[in-house]
């Protein structure tokens, strides 16, 4: 008399729907959350000036103040916004060169203050070449 067999009739199977799903959910989530370092698509609104001064042909370094006071060294973002944190963005930038043009490209709507405390660090730091971004002013008949 045989009451059961030793071994099983169907062979174990790895379910991988559910595999699929937990990555795709993973996948999804990196996608939505990371943030692409495209500083070109910060949008400014520069001020704007009568005279058309341009700046030199030289690799200036670009200081830019976003319209809530965000301070932005080249391509990276300083984090705090105190003048020892934007000092310390400056010269990890620029290095030990003093003479390098500097543009301040700030918003038109950015905080006076933010404006005035990425000069004081340039001032502090030595740098001499200092300039502003601007936009042409629109003429008279264009308004």
Same mark, same amino acid.
């Given at each position: 008399?045989?009451?059961? /067999?030793? /071994?099983?009739? !169907?062979?174990? !199977? =790895?379910?991988l729907i559910?595999?699929?799903d937990?990555?795709?959910?993973? =996948?999804?989530f990196l996608?939505v959350?990371?943030?692409?370092n &495209?500083?070109?698509?910060l949008?400014?609104?520069?001020?704007?000036? &009568? *005279?058309?001064? &341009?700046a030199?042909?030289?690799?200036?370094l670009m #200081?830019l103040v976003?319209s !809530?006071?965000?301070?932005? =060294?080249g391509?990276?973002?300083v984090?705090?916004?105190?003048?020892? *944190?934007?000092? !310390?963005?400056?010269?990890?930038?620029?290095g030990?060169? /003093?003479?390098m043009? #500097?543009?301040v490209?700030?918003?038109? /709507?950015?905080?006076y &203050?933010?404006v =005035?405390?990425?000069m004081?660090?340039?001032g502090q730091?030595?740098? #001499?070449?200092?300039q502003m971004?601007?936009t042409p002013?629109?003429?008279?008949?264009e308004r």
């Amino acid at each position: 008399m045989k009451l059961g /067999r030793g /071994r099983m009739d !169907e062979d174990p !199977e =790895i379910n991988l729907i559910s595999l699929i799903d937990v990555l795709f959910c993973l =996948i999804l989530f990196l996608v939505v959350t990371t943030t692409f370092n &495209q500083r070109s698509m910060l949008k400014l609104q520069l001020p704007q000036s &009568q *005279s058309g001064a &341009q700046a030199d042909a030289g690799e200036p370094l670009m #200081v830019l103040v976003d319209s !809530e006071g965000k301070y932005f =060294i080249g391509n990276n973002a300083v984090l705090k916004t105190d003048v020892a *944190s934007l000092k !310390e963005a400056l010269v990890a930038a620029a290095g030990d060169d /003093r003479t390098m043009p #500097v543009v301040v490209r700030a918003d038109a /709507r950015s905080p006076y &203050q933010s404006v =005035i405390t990425a000069m004081d660090a340039l001032g502090q730091l030595g740098f #001499v070449k200092l300039q502003m971004a601007t936009t042409p002013a629109p003429k008279a008949n264009e308004r």
